[in-house]
């Protein structure tokens, strides 16, 4: 299927898309807020700078893109159709780095979770995750 879009407009609308802030980060943190949990944002001083820092728990949370983060198995995670000599190294290099930043965070004594993009469309299963990480009894309707 051929893009929609022209070139120039494509390539303007994935710069538009943002580190910080993301549509699916902020499902997250009203989830987590709904359950009365207390967090920080982008914490620098932390490998990776994680989306979400739950300190008192040592709980650092990574809300990934699906097609960004090339979430094995899921239909967000298609590969490009163009420029594959770009944008294949470029996505492997964020799946590379996102070992090494998971690796960094446990070993500073840090649990990281990792949350997709896909994951977010459904505000009750992903309200269930977030007790079950928080350790928390179902305030969530299936």
């Not at 207390?38 to 650092?60: E, M």
């Not at 690796?103 to 009750?124: F, K, M, N, R, Y």
Request: glycine share 6%; hydrophobic share 35%.
């Amino acid at each position: 299927m051929a893009d929609r879009l022209s070139p120039e407009e494509r390539s303007a609308q994935m710069r538009r898309i943002g580190k910080r802030n993301t549509s699916p980060e902020i499902r997250v943190r009203r989830a987590l807020h709904a359950l009365g949990a207390r967090f920080r944002l982008h914490n620098a001083s932390l490998p990776g700078t994680p989306d979400i820092v739950l300190p008192s728990r040592r709980k650092a949370i990574l809300v990934h893109g699906c097609f960004w983060h090339q979430h094995p198995g899921c239909r967000l995670a298609r590969q490009p159709k163009s420029r594959l000599d770009y944008w294949l190294p470029k996505l492997a290099r964020n799946s590379e780095r996102d070992i090494q930043v998971r690796s960094a965070l446990a070993a500073a004594g840090w649990e990281p979770i990792v949350i997709w993009e896909c994951e977010t469309q459904d505000p009750a299963a992903l309200g269930r995750r977030l007790e079950r990480l928080l350790g928390r009894d179902s305030a969530f309707p299936d």
